[in-house]
């Protein structure tokens, strides 16, 4: 019988704060600028310039932090991870390596089952420069506007087990910080990308494999791509007999493969150690609160808030929760509406769909909750058909917005039941088309869309489907 392997996957992610500043200097923190215009003699590592720590950074730092469940050091400590780049004009980079700033926590990934994954812990550090190598050119440029602007590095246990993981992973993460409005979570200019830990070993077998590491994912298709490579490769090589070797790979979008960067043994030597110009950051139980009172409901709680206490399906819940403006506006919608999961439909199949279209945020929907829960009424009562409403009432009452019940009046879309209209349409109807009649009174049933449709235009839209179709039931025999 052919080996059953497990997966095992741990994941380094960055993403870039969305500060103001740089993480230790005055410079702007700005993506898609004209190259070196954000840059400074602290940036640009003149010997002798002194670093000041950003608090928004830090602010930053524990609000994921305690959004995630981790502990909050109270004590962190900046370290130098020493290196030669072109791209890194300071000869080191300032992380954290001895004493991070948040330490475990989980993330709760949305998908069957909604199992949580465990952090090792989350560190801050600063990010490097661009190297921009052109085709045909004999140089490489540097930009260092990104040089020293703030990350945070959240590492997890080799906690996930497959491909689909990751992606709810990353997906969860993007969506968190957009929500606590700590990063814009974009993967394609960088501000979130993730180093993949692989490694496979018999299912069973209690020790973890041998890991690659795959540098710089940035989009979550070639994550994806990645693994399921990996994972074949590493398979192979067990099958084989051969063992697995610890490398840095890279992944190639064109061909989906990887390939080796370096083996371990070749990895740097950072020779970190304490970084003597920034002392330690030391957090206040008080600083450590007023941080916590910014945050309100997070993402995962919000997804399942809206299938309890509204009985929304899992979908819409989910549509619902992609951002925190949509979920908080949906819900002072929800408030008041006759019927939560319409209203959820509504919401996804017109309003959302409008006011991308418009270039709006859903805080700017020109109808308010009590419009809306009208507008929901109407149907309900079968004063316009929900078909009618969504179709004409709604997209007129988004463009100048007012009483629905009026506008439908105004509009002519109220419908009529009202039974003396309907049968005196329904019998000219019937007294114009002997023929048809006859035919159907030998057996053709489906020629009741065409007494349908005649009803339909003479009371231009306005019968009721369901009573008309009772009605010419009842005359035709
Ligand atoms: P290092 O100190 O070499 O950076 P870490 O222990 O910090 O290694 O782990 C780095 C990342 O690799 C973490 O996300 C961790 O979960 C993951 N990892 C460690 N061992 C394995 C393994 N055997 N398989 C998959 N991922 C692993
Ligand atoms: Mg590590």
Redesign the pocket.
């Known amino acids: 019988m052919p080996t059953d392997y497990e997966t095992?996957?741990?994941?380094?992610t960055h993403v870039q704060l969305a500060t103001e500043s740089k993480a230790f200097c005055a410079d702007r923190n700005r993506f898609g600028q004209d190259p070196n215009q954000h840059i400074s003699v602290i940036s640009l590592g003149y010997p002798g310039t002194l670093p000041m720590l950003n608090e928004q950074q830090v602010r930053f730092a524990v609000k994921l932090g305690l959004a995630l469940g981790c502990e909050i050091n109270e004590r962190s400590t900046f370290d130098r991870k020493n290196y030669f780049y072109a791209d890194l004009p300071k000869g080191y980079q300032i992380t954290q390596d001895e004493n991070p700033i948040c330490l475990g926590g989980t993330l709760p990934l949305r998908m069957e089952g909604q199992r949580s994954v465990a952090l090792?812990h989350i560190h801050m550090e600063e990010d490097a420069g661009k190297s921009i190598h052109t085709e045909g050119e004999p140089y490489t440029k540097v930009d260092l506007n990104r040089a020293g602007t703030p990350l945070l590095e959240i590492?997890?246990?080799?906690?996930l087990r497959s491909a689909e993981e990751v992606d709810a992973f990353m997906s969860g993460m993007r969506r968190l910080v957009r929500w606590l409005e700590v990063s814009d979570g974009n993967m394609q200019e960088g501000s979130l990308r993730c180093?993949v830990?692989?490694?496979v070993r018999p299912r069973g077998q209690a020790e973890?494999?041998?890991?690659c590491?795959i540098k710089n994912m940035n989009s979550m298709k070639f994550a994806r791509q990645a693994v399921a490579y990996e994972v074949d490769r590493q398979i192979g090589l067990l099958e084989k007999g051969e063992a697995v070797r610890q490398q840095t790979r890279q992944f190639d979008p064109a061909t989906g493969t990887t390939s080796a960067l370096r083996d371990k043994e070749d990895a740097h030597d950072y020779r970190y150690f304490p970084d003597p110009d920034l002392p330690p950051i030391v957090l206040t139980d008080a600083f450590i609160n007023e941080v916590r009172e910014e945050i309100d409901v997070l993402p995962w709680e919000a997804y399942t808030q809206l299938q309890r206490d509204f009985r929304l399906p899992a979908e819409d819940a989910h549509l619902l929760t992609e951002d925190h403006d949509t979920y908080l506006t949906f819900l002072q919608y929800a408030e008041v509406s006759p019927d939560v999961p319409a209203l959820a439909k509504i919401w996804l199949n017109r309003l959302l769909p409008w006011l991308t279209d418009e270039r709006l945020s859903p805080t700017e929907l020109p109808l308010d909750p009590e419009q809306l829960a009208a507008f929901q009424e109407l149907i309900l009562a079968g004063d316009v058909a929900a078909a009618t409403a969504s179709a004409k009432l709604l997209p007129d009452l988004l463009l100048s917005p007012g009483e629905p019940f009026a506008r439908a009046e105004e509009l002519g879309l109220l419908q009529n039941s009202d039974a003396d209209f309907l049968t005196e349409i329904v019998d000219t109807v019937i007294a114009e088309f002997p023929d048809k009649v006859a035919i159907y009174q030998k057996g053709k049933k489906g020629l009741i869309g065409f007494f349908m449709g005649e009803v339909m235009k003479r009371s231009k839209g306005s019968a009721e489907p369901k009573e008309t179709q009772r009605l010419l039931r009842e005359r035709l025999g």
């Open positions: 095992v996957i741990g994941l380094e090792h590492v997890t246990e080799p906690d180093d830990n692989v490694s973890y494999g041998t890991r590491e």
